[in-house]
């Protein structure tokens, strides 16, 4: 397929890496034109001046950018020079009202686009595991998932437009609620005296078990927190949150409380941090990065 891919950072570079693996015809396009220029030395892509020249003629556009501004200004840039039916899939992080209101104006092109954030994080890109969660219309997801496949290990229709950001919100809501959780759990450990070690090995196997604590636990007692995904994003994303939650009446007062601890971490200066740093606001400690 031919495929235009723009935004390849630390997320997009990977995933468009493994389209060209997979066989694809694979146009990258980045803000800053050295980053397109090294991921097509290193990857054997080609890479492009524009998000048009990037879209010219493709039958699939993927961004993977920064925000809801980012996935306008490229929707619109690149939706005339696409091929008639070509499909749009969104990988960023969006609010669900972008998402639609470019599902609306690629429908209006004979376009379709897709909103299909990713979890899974830096190394999931990189090993081609990540989880898709998609809003859109059905047919014209299930003729790009087998594209989608070769950076992916699960792609999950959620419903219409805007669904899938709708999904990754719930996503988001679900990791802050347990990461400060964790992070507490550390720190009572630590203050009580106790073997962080020896506490991890007694509780890891029971009911407290979880993603967050076999890979965190014992980075979060080491004061480590270089683990990719970044206290600026994240905060990106439960702004999003909080903005769906408001609109729509859901009662969030645990997200709203630890995004006002992800504040504190920037105001630390941990803004790229990883997520885990709301157990550095417990420690009296700077992190050893």
């Not at 480590?224 to 729509?248: H, S, T």
Request: hydrophobic fraction near 45%.
């Amino acid at each position: 397929m031919k495929i235009g891919f723009a935004g390849l950072g630390v997320m997009g570079g990977p995933m468009a890496r493994h389209l060209v693996a997979a066989g694809h015809e694979v146009t990258g396009y980045n803000r800053s034109p050295d980053k397109a220029q090294a991921w097509a030395s290193a990857t054997g892509g080609r890479f492009a001046g524009s998000e048009a020249e990037a879209a010219d003629g493709a039958d699939l556009l993927i961004l993977c950018v920064g925000n809801d501004d980012d996935v306008r200004a490229v929707t619109i840039g690149a939706l005339p020079h696409l091929a008639a039916g070509a499909v749009i899939v969104d990988h960023t992080t969006t609010s669900a009202r972008v998402a639609r209101e470019m599902a609306a104006l690629a429908a209006g092109q004979g376009r379709e686009f897709i909103d299909a954030p990713v979890s899974g994080g830096q190394a999931g890109a990189e090993n081609g595991q990540l989880s898709v969660m998609a809003g859109g219309e059905p047919a014209a997801l299930a003729r790009v998932e087998p594209v989608l496949m070769a950076y992916s290990k699960a792609v999950k229709h959620m419903g219409p437009s805007g669904s899938g950001q709708l999904t990754k919100m719930v996503n988001q809501i679900a990791i802050a609620g347990v990461v400060q959780g964790l992070a507490e759990a550390v720190h009572f450990a630590e203050v009580a005296g106790l073997d962080t070690d020896a506490a991890f090995e007694a509780i890891s196997r029971g009911a407290a078990q979880s993603w967050q604590m076999d890979n965190r636990w014992k980075t979060m007692a080491e004061g480590k927190f270089d683990f990719g995904f970044a206290v600026d994003w994240m905060r990106k994303d439960l702004g999003l949150v909080l903005d769906e939650a408001r609109a729509n009446g859901a009662h969030l007062s645990l997200t709203a409380l630890v995004d006002q601890f992800y504040s504190e971490v920037q105001a630390m200066g941990g803004a790229r941090w990883d997520t885990s740093s709301l157990a550095a606001r417990l420690q009296d400690r700077k992190p050893r990065v």
